[in-house]
């Protein structure tokens, strides 16, 4: 195991590098000085911006401003943003929890719903269940997130008041943001009703930002389900005479899970693009509208710094998702 | 001015429900983050609105609601008669707001007037780097040039000495840059190796005490009760930062905010329907033109933009691309400020007779461009749609329109060009209130390869604004300001489109708010019923 988990991690390092590279090229190739977008209409003299230019380091060649950056992320230094004057690093670790808080309980709404309907669909092919959970699937997946997060408002929030509109936590629970996951800071808060709060405030998101990956999930059980249930083991099994719930959940389940769990990983950069819209609507204080406002504000070290982070989870949930599927097919280990 | 409250009905005066927050919050659905708390750092309306505005004060203020100056943090002020000089009598037992890091052990005097401005022309002050400090506004209204040194006459008298009289400096003194900082604070901020906390956990003189930021999340602010002028009627304040307009509205309908900034124009009538909701409304600070480049023929010939001008049908603009959230622009100010000329007659619109002017002066088959901005502005809010308009327009009168767009970035500095070909959709928002503001930067001889989209200097137009510029007279610089707008609509450098109209939404129970008119969201006197 320690080899095969060596081995992965061994390809991170041209990943990183790859990554460091794109992140920088990116947000250069864009058309727009940063610089000129700063001063907007009112533009600035040229003594003004060569004194800019210099003071952020443009005028150095590419290959040398490359180069700073690159020193500058070994040694963990991810630059200051343009707009706020704070650290990168700072910005993206105070908004980050926001987004794995969300992208968690999207990912467990996602599996937990997607799971055992695809099992339930599989087992049911043809029937009603069956086709009302495909079909809905498909609704799912091609629902506009934007559209769907305010049609829920609207509804549940709006007309229905079962639900907080937007934010976190109502406005009247005040307490250090000490761990960023809001569940975990409202239950440490001691406050009576912040976690039930923190939990309302979940609901709407949850469901927004963990529909599509619930609709994909689903059908892709189903799928593998399927094609497992009409292996020749399955057939034996029956025949020896064990029980469906135990043929389903163990022997066909497990080996379905591969595709699966695949699908899943995948998920996590569906995910992060489905963020951005949902944590603008619902005021969501994460790291996806962080990107957007900084891509338009030309807010370089922003731009670069968080591709890079965010390159790196889904390296880790890559790597994450690797080992799993050792841990469910010991086979793959020793390829 | 025209100020126009509608209110249509009060139902249930719900206060905010339980899950929101107690009745002595005001909630403010805000439309983004600020960039910050220092606001001399920085540019943006919505930085300041957080910052300058609860948290700290200025030598002279803005009267909410006007564009007058009136005394703040400087009882008084005097200019000396040459102009060269600018005195203020600053206000005594004024004190900063503390924190967990800081108490202020003495009150506001001229040593914080003095670091407030020096930390941002002099290279050498220790704070002058602090934060990426750029300083924005600082050189963008030209104040390093403008002043020569600061003098502390005593404790409580500051003279800046000027290279040279300029009348606006005083409105300058008003402007969010121009926030009085405690230098007591920065020095212990920087003694102890944090003085990045100036900008994070700042500490001023306002009438709100900053108490806790979450980005993108929430900002919280507590009544500072030992303010010097008449305390704030809310115990606290809370920006819940709300990116979307739909959202910020449902909010208000949902009882989580009390006022919401920025509405969807498509929003607007339901809300002036709905009873929950309060719509108020002023013309913006702002102005949306077209500018000719004046210097390449056609354009070089005032008949010619005028006959062009004449060809637009601002009304169809007004209602297609501002759904009736604008009003026509006659000329380069707007009504809401000073010396606004009332008496210009605009251009008719009459595409018969700009074409008959354009073949008297020899214009036929013209094939012109029309630059059309790639983003939204208070004061055009979909130019390619404004540009598509024009292109009809300009099409009955024989004149073929081509439609270019270019990055932001990009779009403003082709712009600036001096060769730049064809007309170019831009505009502004006032600074200050000043009419040097809008004349001198965006028609002023010195803005041409810059902020003068038009590239034009005419010398009649730039000997009155420049003497406007250096008279301490009020009323000779309204007189002097007048006539240049009479000279700016003889000689047509721009087609004035439209100044915005700013809207602002609120729940029946908010009482005392006032629009700003230089677009600020000030609640220092606004209260809950």
């Known amino acids: 195991m320690l080899k095969f988990l060596l081995s992965r991690l061994l390809t991170f390092v041209p990943t990183f590098i790859g990554v460091t590279l794109i992140s920088f090229a990116f947000i250069r190739v864009l058309p727009g000085d940063p610089i000129i977008v700063m001063a907007g209409e009112r533009g600035m003299t040229d003594e003004r911006y060569a004194e800019l230019t210099a003071q952020y380091g443009f005028d150095k060649p590419m290959t040398v401003q490359f180069w700073d950056y690159l020193t500058g992320v070994l040694q963990g230094d991810l630059g200051q943003s343009f707009v706020t004057k704070r650290p990168v690093w700072d910005e993206f670790f105070s908004l980050f929890p926001a987004t794995l808080e969300l992208s968690v309980c999207a990912m467990i709404f996602a599996v937990g719903l997607g799971l055992p309907a695809g099992v339930i669909a599989a087992v049911n092919r043809g029937k009603l269940f069956d086709r009302t959970l495909m079909s809905a699937a498909l609704v799912g997946y091609s629902m506009p997130i934007f559209w769907w997060a305010l049609l829920l408002i609207i509804v549940f929030s709006g007309q229905l008041q079962w639900t907080p509109v937007s934010g976190r936590i109502d406005l009247i629970y005040y307490f250090s943001d000490a761990t960023g996951f809001m569940l975990i800071d409202s239950i440490r808060s001691g406050q009576d009703g912040a976690l039930w709060s923190a939990i309302r405030h979940l609901i709407l998101p949850t469901i927004v930002l963990g529909t599509i990956p619930l609709a994909v999930i689903a059908r892709q059980t189903r799928s593998a389900m399927l094609e497992v249930l009409g292996e020749d083991y399955i057939r034996t099994a029956r025949a020896k005479g064990l029980s469906p719930l135990r043929i389903n959940s163990v022997h066909a389940l497990r080996n379905a899970l591969i595709p699966v769990v695949t699908v899943i990983g995948l998920s996590v950069g569906t995910l992060l693009a489905g963020a951005i819209l949902t944590e603008t609507i619902f005021s969501w204080p994460g790291i996806g509208k962080w990107m957007v406002d900084s891509i338009f504000r030309r807010d370089y070290p922003v731009v670069q710094g968080g591709l890079l982070l965010i390159a790196v989870m889904v390296m880790i949930v890559n790597l994450t998702v690797d080992v799993l599927y050792g841990i469910i097919n010991p086979k793959i280990r020793k390829r | ?529």
């Not at chain 2, 919280?220 to 910020?248: C, H, K, M, Q």
């Open chain 2, 1 to 529: 001015m025209s100020l126009k409250m509608k209110f249509l009905g009060l139902t249930a005066a719900i206060a905010l429900t339980a899950g929101s927050a107690s009745a002595q919050a005001l909630v403010y659905c805000s439309e983004g983050s600020p960039e910050g708390f220092d606001p001399a750092l920085y540019t943006s309306g919505t930085t300041f609105d957080a910052s300058s505005h609860p948290i700290y004060n200025r030598l002279v203020e803005f009267k909410v609601g006007t564009t007058e100056v009136i005394p703040g943090l400087a009882e008084s002020w005097s200019v000396s008669e040459d102009g060269m000089t600018l005195t203020f009598n600053l206000r005594r037992g004024v004190q900063f707001h503390s924190n967990d890091m800081f108490t202020p052990t003495r009150d506001f005097n001229a040593d914080d007037v003095i670091f407030s401005f020096d930390r941002q022309g002099n290279a050498e002050n220790p704070y002058n780097s602090v934060s990426g400090g750029t300083w924005e506004y600082f050189g963008g209204m030209d104040m390093g040039s403008l002043i020569e040194s600061i003098e502390k006459v005593d404790d409580y008298t500051v003279t800046f000495h000027l290279t040279r009289p300029e009348a606006p400096i005083v409105a300058n003194m008003a402007m969010d840059f121009a926030s009085i900082v405690s230098k007591e604070y920065a020095d212990a901020m920087m003694a102890a190796g944090t003085p990045e906390m100036l900008n994070q956990a700042p500490i001023g003189t306002g009438p709100f005490q900053f108490q806790a930021y979450q980005k993108d999340a929430v900002i919280r602010y507590l009544r500072n009760d030992n303010y010097w002028g008449d305390p704030a009627r809310v115990e606290s304040l809370i920006f819940a930062i709300t990116p979307d307009a739909s959202v910020r509205y449902q909010k208000i309908q949902a009882g989580e905010c009390h006022v919401m900034a920025y509405p969807n124009p498509a929003d607007i009538s339901a809300m002036q329907e709905d009873a929950g909701t309060v719509v108020m409304e002023q013309e913006g600070l702002n102005v949306g033109y077209l500018a000719y480049n004046t210097t390449q023929a056609p354009f070089d010939n005032a008949n010619v933009r005028r006959a062009l001008n004449m060809a637009i049908d601002k009304q169809a603009i007004i209602d297609v691309v501002f759904q009736g959230s604008g009003q026509i622009a006659k000329n380069p100010i707007p009504p809401t400020m000073w010396s606004y000329n009332d008496a210009i007659v605009d251009d008719p619109y009459d595409p018969a007779a700009a074409r008959a002017m354009l073949e008297a002066e020899g214009v036929t088959d013209l094939s012109m461009k029309i630059w059309a901005m790639p983003v939204q502005r208070p004061y055009n809010p979909n130019a390619r749609r404004m540009a598509e308009l024009m292109q009809a327009d300009f099409a009955e009168v024989g004149v073929d329109v081509e439609i270019v767009s270019y990055e932001w970035g990009e779009y403003l500095s082709r712009s600036r060009e001096l060769n730049r070909d064809g007309a170019v959709l831009l505009g502004w928002t006032g600074d200050n209130g000043d009419p040097d503001n809008f004349l001198a930067v965006l028609l002023g001889c010195e803005g041409v390869e810059a902020s003068n989209r038009a590239q034009w200097c005419h010398q009649p137009f730039e000997d009155l604004i420049q003497a406007a510029k250096v008279s301490n007279d009020p009323a000779e610089r309204t007189r002097l300001y007048e006539e240049a707008q009479v000279v700016f609509k003889e000689q047509a450098p721009w087609a004035t489109i439209a100044h915005s109209v700013v809207y602002m939404v609120m729940r029946p129970e908010v009482d005392g708010y006032v629009v700003h008119p230089l677009g600020g969201h000030i609640f220092n006197q606004v209260g809950l019923n």
